[in-house]
Nanobody
Framework: QVQLVESGGGLVQAGGSLRLSCAASGSIFRIADMSWYRQPPGKQRELVATITPGGSTNYADSVTGRFTISRDNAKNTMYLQMNSLKPEDTADYYC???????????WGKGTLVTVSS
């Protein structure tokens, strides 16, 4: 089992910044990729960014150049630095951890980010 707890959400004005954290515990040695997803109000959940154990990253086009995903393996924590925030970034943000053997996905409970115009 892997437990994930997000923190760092809140209310920010457009153009501002926030940093989200995802603390992992449990069978963390089994974790492969970690990702941030978000679910805007009334919309489906979407992938924001992914980071591999080696530190390779991928981003959704909508956040490229504004968001940075990182991972501190010593602290078992993943981060999402969000800059130049826009109202359309308003969403519940979820941490995801992918385990290969057996193939499982673990989710945190989410943290709300609200960007005011």
């Amino acid at each position: 089992q892997v437990q994930l707890v997000e923190s760092g959400g809140g209310l920010v004005q457009a153009g501002g910044s926030l940093r989200l954290s995802c603390a992992a515990s449990g069978s963390i040695f089994r974790i492969a990729d970690m990702s941030w997803y978000r679910q805007p109000p009334g919309k489906q959940r979407e992938l924001v960014a992914t980071i591999t154990p080696g530190g390779s990253t991928n981003y959704a086009d909508s956040v490229t150049g504004r968001f940075t995903i990182s991972r501190d393996n010593a602290k078992n924590t993943m981060y999402l630095q969000m800059n130049s925030l826009k109202p359309e970034d308003t969403a519940d943000y979820y941490c995801n951890a992918r385990v290969l053997y057996p193939p499982l996905n673990y989710w945190g409970k989410g943290t709300l980010v609200t960007v005011s115009s």
